[in-house]
C-alpha cells in the first residue's frame, strides 16, 4: 500500500522556473525524506524533514511539511536542464522503521 | 568512498530459473532493503535486514528470499522465476532506521 502519494506525476517547465511538487501521506510520521533519480539510475537522497519540522532548505530545494494536512511540498527554485529526473518522497510510519515511497513526479525542464 | 553495488546490472532468465541478484555495501551499514521498481506502482519494499542473521518480510516478498551472513552483503533469490517478477531491483542501506537510505544503480531483470 501507498503512504506517500506525489503531485502532479509529471511537471514540465522552463529553465530558471520554479518546480513545486507535493506529496501526501496517511499515517502519522516520525520523518519524511525527498529523493531524486535520473533516467537508468538509483534513487539519490535530497533531504529529510523531521516531524516537528516545518521547513527546511538545502541549496536550491526548500521542503515544507504541514502535518496537520499530512502532506508536504518540495520546490526546487531556478531550476535547471539536470534538474530534469523522477522525484519521490519516502515516508516511515511510526509503527514500522521501514519507508514506504510514492509513485513520483517526473519533472522536464526545457532549456 | 564508500559504495553500494549491484550485480548484474541487466539479466535475462527464463521461467522457473533459479535467480540471485548481488548487493555488496562498504557503508558498513547495518540496515540494507531490496525494492522492486515497475511502472504505475513506484517502489515496493521486498526484504529488509537490520543485522546479520537478520531478515523480514516487505510488502511485496512471495517468491523472492534473502539471507545476511555478513554485513556487507544482502543478496536477493527468486527462487522459480516469473513473468511477473520482470522488474528493475534495487538494493539500498541506511545506519539509522527510517533515515537516509543509500541506493545501488539497479538490476533489470527480463523473465521470458
Known amino acids: 500500500s501507498q503512504q506517500g502519494e506525489e503531485d502532479p506525476q509529471a511537471l514540465s517547465i522552463q529553465e530558471g522556473e520554479n518546480a513545486t511538487m507535493n506529496c501526501s501521506y496517511k499515517?502519522?510520521?516520525?520523518?519524511l525524506q525527498w529523493y531524486r533519480q535520473n533516467s537508468g539510475r538509483g534513487l539519490v537522497h535530497l533531504i529529510l524533514i523531521r516531524s516537528n519540522e516545518r521547513e527546511k532548505h538545502s541549496g536550491r530545494l526548500r521542503v515544507t511539511l504541514d502535518t496537520s494536512k499530512k502532506s508536504s511540498s518540495l520546490l526546487i527554485t531556478a531550476s535547471r536542464a539536470a534538474d530534469t529526473a523522477s522525484y519521490f518522497c519516502?515516508?516511515?510510519?511510526?509503527?514500522?522503521?521501514?519507508?514506504?515511497f510514492g509513485k513520483g513526479t517526473m519533472l522536464l525542464v526545457s532549456p | 568512498d564508500a559504495e553500494i553495488t549491484q550485480s548484474p546490472r541487466h539479466k535475462i532468465t527464463e521461467t522457473g530459473r533459479q535467480v540471485t541478484l548481488a548487493c555488496h555495501q562498504t557503508w558498513n551499514h547495518n540496515n540494507m532493503f531490496w525494492y522492486r521498481q515497475d511502472l504505475g506502482h513506484g517502489l515496493r519494499l521486498i526484504h529488509y535486514s537490520y543485522g546479520v542473521q537478520d531478515t523480514n518480510k516487505g510488502e511485496v516478498s512471495d517468491g523472492y528470499s534473502v539471507s545476511r551472513s555478513n554485513t556487507e552483503d544482502l543478496p536477493l533469490t527468486l527462487e522459480s522465476a516469473a513473468s511477473s517478477q520482470t522488474s528493475v531491483y534495487f538494493c539500498?542501506?541506511?545506519?539509522?532506521?527510517?533515515?537516509?537510505?543509500?541506493f545501488g544503480p539497479g538490476t533489470r531483470l527480463l523473465v521470458l
Open positions: 539500498a542501506s541506511s545506519s539509522r532506521l527510517q533515515e537516509t537510505q543509500y
Open positions: 519516502a515516508t516511515d510510519a511510526m509503527k514500522d522503521s521501514t519507508l514506504t
Open positions: 499515517t502519522s510520521i516520525n520523518n
